[in-house]
């Protein structure tokens, strides 16, 4: 059985998406960008949207019965190779030991010409309700 994980406000529904699926003891995260509450890519640059892009993505963890100590797997996306020791920060303040699988990819464009980074994840859900 699927089950939806979202947060408020849900800025996915408008796009007929879903922030995030569990299926069993899996959680798929819909790329997570450095957008603030309001829907807008945050200012100051890449750190700033990686910082808000991971944040977002522990929130949407967290609101399918996850955590960022349960990613399986990531695929972060970037618009500029160049930043790839920022990534590289980034998973290390993010993620600890062991650090999950990752993919990294170099994109002409994300969803707003804004956004510079986006990053999506498959977690594993620990303790569901009922156990």
């Known amino acids: 059985m699927l089950k939806r994980a979202t947060t408020q406000p849900d800025n996915y529904a408008p796009f007929l998406l879903s922030q995030g ?7 798929f995260i819909s790329g997570q960008a450095g957008a603030a509450d ?6 100051g640059g890449f750190m700033a949207q990686g910082e808000q892009a991971f944040s977002n993505l522990r929130r949407a ?6 955590s960022l100590d349960d990613v399986i797997k990531v695929t972060i996306f970037v618009t500029d ?5 920022d990534v590289v920060e980034l998973r290390r303040r993010f993620f600890s030991a062991p650090y999950p ?3 990294i990819a170099e994109i002409k464009a994300l969803y ?3 956004a510079m980074i986006e990053i ?9 309700e009922g156990d």
């Open 112 to 114: 707003d010409p804004a």
């Open 61 to 66: 963890l967290e609101a399918g019965g996850s």
């Open 21 to 27: 699926i569990q299926f069993g003891n899996l959680l």
């Open 120 to 128: 999506e994840a498959i977690a594993a859900v620990r303790h569901q």
């Open 81 to 85: 190779m160049g930043h790839f020791k």
């Open 101 to 103: 699988a990752d993919t």
């Open 38 to 43: 309001d829907g807008k890519i945050v200012e």
